[in-house]
């Protein structure tokens, strides 16, 4: 099984930048695929990027000119750098992992606030 802690997030003006971490512990061997999601207030879970283990990278079209996930192998872990961020970003970013048998597990979310 598979367990997945985030950090890094908090309060930003606009323009700001930060930068969200995901650890995964547990059977790691078992991930296909990370990646970052987002809800809003009232609104569904939106796909925000995501990496395969081989480091090929998805963006939602909205955000690839701002955001970009990366991953550090050695660490299990996988970051995403939000810059030039607008208050439309607020939401509460969920880690997600992806095994080889297509299912997900999700870490407890990490909240999001940008605002002056």
């Known amino acids: 099984q598979v367990q997945l802690v985030e950090s890094g997030g908090g309060l930003v003006q606009p323009g700001g930048s930060l930068r969200l971490s995901c650890a995964a512990s547990?059977?790691?061997?078992?991930?296909?695929?990370m990646g970052w999601y987002r809800q809003a207030p009232g609104k569904q879970r939106d796909l925000v990027a995501t990496i395969t283990a081989g480091g090929n990278t998805n963006y939602a079209d909205s955000m690839k000119d701002r955001f970009t996930i990366s991953r550090d192998n050695s660490k299990n872990t996988v970051y995403l750098q939000m810059n030039s961020l607008k208050p439309e970003d607020t939401a509460v970013y969920y880690c997600n992992a992806r095994d080889l048998w297509a299912r997900d597990v999700w870490g407890q979310g990490t909240q999001v606030t940008v605002s002056s």
């Open positions: 547990g059977d790691i061997f078992s991930i296909n695929r």
